[in-house]
């Protein structure tokens, strides 16, 4: 009989884990309601927070770690990130990888990008205990859904929106973790991921081979990836439905296309491997700009002919209709024209 009650007690605590996990995955909102302000132009925007940084420290090479203070924060579910605004004026997203009850402080993580676009940069060479940043946010584009088995892929830095996933997932759920990076020495978290499950977790230090760590993946499971580009590109040909969470947007790709600004008077040409706000600046440096990842809207124009391949993931179908964000977006035929 003890063993019958003990079998009983467990899985009525694993079913009442199942039902809560789903109560909060039901009811996670894209947008957390505190964070939000009257819709503008259809849109909600979140409302910005100024926070202190009450920690910096590195937690892996070239990847520091920022503790973000403040009262009552909004809540976040897992997957989700905040938009930074750093000292010079760059907006720039992070995956929170702290805990998610926790409404005093918001934790996130950044890989330094030698070559990359400043953003990273700034956050590790100016960023210091005892500033005020102003955040936004939090915003989840990468949600937790229910499923009865999870796999997860992540590269390097991939790490921190993966981490409060695994965190809140009830132990009788089936998950395994890919974790891939350069060595362990460059890899966040990695320890921290380890103890919740070393069985779970297999670390791939250089490139990983996806069709062998991933033949046994249960059928049915919920695939997330958050990488590097290239695993993502893999991981999508092999898992068309995978969960993916992408910062550098896919701006190139395709053909060169012209743009004629018609209030300017001016024809210009967008190579393949470039955008349509590169070209823009070129002729107007004034045009406003900020994310240059397709989240922030500042750089929104107005289309007046042309049919856009819109690559963000901002603006409302209506906003589409008459509207591009230029700093990803780009044309599916060879010419837009745009209100400037
Ligand atoms: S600059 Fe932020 S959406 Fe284009």
Redesign the pocket.
């Known amino acids: 009989m003890p063993k019958l009650r003990t079998v009983a007690v467990v899985a009525g605590a694993a079913l009442l884990a199942r039902r809560a996990m789903r109560r909060r995955i039901r009811t996670s909102p894209l947008w957390p309601m505190p964070a939000l302000e009257e819709p503008v132009s259809g849109r909600p925007r979140s409302r910005a927070l100024r926070l202190l940084v009450t920690s910096r420290e590195e937690v892996a090479e070239g990847v520091v770690r920022l503790r973000l203070e403040g009262r009552e924060l909004p809540r976040w579910e897992p997957g989700a990130h905040l938009d930074l605004v750093l000292p010079s004026g760059l907006?720039r997203q992070y995956s929170l990888c702290g805990d998610p009850e926790d409404t005093s402080s918001y934790t996130v993580a950044t890989r330094l990008v030698p070559d990359g676009r400043g953003g990273s940069r700034e956050v590790h060479e100016q960023v210091r205990e005892g500033m005020e940043l102003e955040v936004r946010g939090p915003r989840n584009r990468f949600p937790l859904v229910e499923a009865e088995s999870y796999v997860f892929v992540v590269g390097g830095i991939g790490i921190t929106p993966v981490l409060p996933m695994l965190r809140a997932l009830p132990d009788e759920v089936e998950w395994r973790l890919v974790y891939c990076g350069r060595d362990r020495a460059s890899m966040p978290f990695v320890e921290d991921v380890e103890k919740l499950g070393r069985d779970r977790v297999t670390v791939v230090e250089g490139l990983p081979d996806l069709d062998a760590l991933l033949a046994g993946a249960p059928e049915g499971a919920a695939v997330y990836c958050c990488g590097p580009e290239g695993l993502m590109a893999a991981m999508e040909e092999r898992f068309p439905r995978v969960h993916l969470e992408r910062f550098t947007p896919r701006t190139s790709g395709g053909d060169a296309f012209e743009v004629e600004l018609r209030r300017s008077g001016r024809t210009l040409t967008v190579p393949a491997d470039s955008t349509v706000?590169a070209a823009v600046r070129a002729e107007l440096p004034d045009t406003l700009?900020?994310?240059?990842?397709?989240?922030?809207?500042?750089?929104?124009q107005r289309v007046l002919e042309g049919e856009v391949d819109h690559r963000?993931e901002?603006l409302t179908d209506g906003e589409r209709a008459d509207s591009m964000?230029?700093?990803?977006s780009r044309a599916r035929g060879d010419r837009l024209v745009l209100d400037m």
Request: hydrophobic share 35%; net charge negative; aromatic share 10%.
């Open positions: 907006v706000l700009y900020s994310c240059e990842q397709g989240f922030c809207g500042t750089c929104q963000d901002l964000l230029i700093c990803v």
